[in-house]
């Protein structure tokens, strides 16, 4: 059953962040991210897009997707360009292991709303980076990237 939520608004890039920061997030070369750009893309459609995409066949019910609203999760993703891999990385939030001792949200009671919503916002975030990827970026990479990178 289709998500039929309104999508959040995109979130800000900070081009303060380097994406070797994050536990699920390697780039090698050039640190050039051109979060500009993505930021751009995302505000001109390709977020709703996405999210439209997305939702479509979104396993988040719309009681989760609340959760997500209230704690404003959607402006925590982070996209970036690797050059190196000619690919468009990112972060996305999630909740956290000690969601229960933390008391995140009243309307949070169980792992499996946790493993759904934290699921759910990683397959946004693929799904943006897809649209990006096919839809909004002609640039290309400045390395020739091996074959053997896994895909994301």
């Keep these: 059953m289709p998500l039929d939520v309104d999508p959040p608004s995109p979130p800000e890039l900070s081009p303060s962040i380097d ?17 500009e750009e993505l930021s751009a893309f995302l505000r001109e459609g390709a977020w709703a897009e996405a999210f439209e995409q997305w939702a479509a066949d979104a396993a988040v019910t719309e009681e989760e997707w ?38 995140v949200h009243p309307d949070l009671t169980s792992w499996k709303q946790v493993s759904s919503i934290n699921a759910g916002l990683t397959e946004f975030g693929q799904t943006v980076c897809d649209v990006l990827k096919d839809d909004y970026i002609d640039w290309e990479s400045e390395y020739e990237a091996p074959d053997d990178l896994p895909d994301f």
């Design 19 to 35: 994406p070797n920061e994050y536990d699920d997030a390697e780039v090698v070369g050039d640190d050039d991210y051109r979060r």
């Design 66 to 103: 609340e959760i997500v609203t209230d704690l404003g999760m959607g402006s925590d993703f982070d996209f970036f360009w690797d050059d190196f891999a000619g690919r468009v990385g990112y972060h996305a939030p999630g909740l956290p292991q000690d969601w229960k001792e933390r008391g």
